[in-house]
């Protein structure tokens, strides 16, 4: 897998390759690892969330969800594929978020995101991936079965226009 190099975001395919090939865990201790049986799969699978207004108060009322993803007491990091061009890594420290706990991941031009999200889901190294895709039946299902794959969360953020309701 490749990702674009974005301004304000030019160490994230650095980043990312570090976390997951570098783990202080290890590849292998990640893979084999199960999953304790006290932590319930309530919080494994597909979950979505619509918020209507201008773009920047949309983020604004997305902020204190990530903030407490980013401080989840769980293992593995909150994943924000291809967000909007306003998230960045100024953008998380300026909303109070801990970007050490946070990768984003941007695609390149003409990478499927859907396809994107679901492999980064599927690894399992997320606690939560946080997608920004257009919705649907398909695209719920295909993050659904990803997200039980990886025992991890999907959270998809649809944003939209309060006039386009």
């Known amino acids: 897998m490749q990702y674009a190099r974005n301004e304000g975001s030019a160490v994230q395919p650095d ?3 570090q976390a997951l090939m570098s783990s202080r865990l290890g590849m292998r201790r990640l893979a084999s690892a199960s999953v304790p049986e006290s932590m319930p799969d309530e919080h494994v699978g597909f979950s979505e969330i619509s918020l209507n207004g201008a773009p920047r108060q949309c983020l604004q009322w997305l902020a204190p969800v990530l903030r407490d993803l980013s401080q989840a007491n769980t293992p593995g990091w909150l994943s924000l594929i291809d967000p909007p061009l306003p998230v960045s890594q100024k953008w998380l420290r300026a909303s109070g978020l801990d970007p050490q706990r946070i990768l984003i991941i941007r695609p390149k031009h003409g990478m499927d995101a859907l396809k ?21 039946s398909r695209t719920s299902q ?24």
């Open 116 to 136: 994107l999200c679901c492999e980064i889901l599927e690894l399992g190294y997320s606690h939560t991936v946080v997608s920004w895709l257009p919705s649907s």
């Open 142 to 165: 295909q993050l659904d079965r990803a997200a039980q794959a990886g025992h991890c969360a999907s959270l998809n953020v649809r944003m939209g226009n309060a006039s386009n309701s």
């Open 15 to 17: 980043l990312l390759h």
